[in-house]
């Protein structure tokens, strides 16, 4: 058995946080900001080679918006807005053009596994007070524990929701291009009329990877010089799970995989 060391950021508190899921679809998962965030901190102290995944435990958020006639509209933000007709529109009669976002506020407590490695409470507490999460403000957090196993932690932290990948999305459909579909159908709050069973409840949609759809090349301005590609977001499910109720059901990590030359995903399966 591997000896891993679980570092545990309790209750993280952010504000203004992203909520949309790609450019389509919007939710309260923070899986992909939560492991890249993981990996911006393992560079910061030079143990990258030790990262062996992050679990997140949600507690709760708060979409930030409007709901009118049964209808949520996110809250929109711009920038300079007709300013002694100097901004970018000049003269023009036209309205300045928004970028669509959906932001949150939201609580979570992450945890960190490393093999072989020993991190320092205080390095992480200074990383997380320049650290953002999913772009929002980390404007507070409980104190960060470091433990020898899982169980430990879920003992320790008691409540919340894992968020855990629904890896067997592609075989509730029967044809590719029913995905789309079924992704909404299971991702809609359930009426009355169509409660769903407690293994389909509470699904959202998570990006969780992206794939590369142009040839890597050098580009000016990209980042220490390193080739770069478009990429297009891919979306998956995943769930959120009571920790009461997780039983024997090993506490679920998110880490990187890449199944194929082009192609860069996250996900629980060892």
Known sequence: MK?????LIPRIKVQNANAMSGYWAMSSEVVMA???????????VDEVEGECGVSIIHHTFQYLGNTANGQYSPQQRRGSNFIDKSDYAGGSSKSLSMQPTSSM???????F????????????????LRAKLAGGTIIGHSKIKTFESADEVINYVGNGFVIDERYDFDELVDKPEQMIEKMFDLTSPPSKLNERDEKDSWIVPAVLG?????????????????E?????????LVQYKSLRMLDDTPLP????????????????KS
């Open 3 to 7: 000896d891993y060391t679980y570092v």
């Open 34 to 44: 939560a492991r890249q965030m993981m990996h911006a901190f393992s560079r910061k």
């Open 105 to 111: 506020h939201l609580k979570v407590s992450l945890v």
């Open 113 to 128: 596994r490393y093999e072989d490695a020993v991190i320092d409470e205080d390095d992480l507490n200074d990383f997380l």
């Open 210 to 226: 992206y794939a590369e759809i142009s040839d890597k090349k050098h580009r000016e301005g990209s980042r220490f010089d390193h």
């Open 228 to 236: 770069t590609a478009y990429a297009e977001a891919l979306v998956g």
């Open 253 to 268: 990590f998110w880490n990187y995989q890449y199944p194929e030359n082009g192609v860069f995903t996250l996900s629980t």
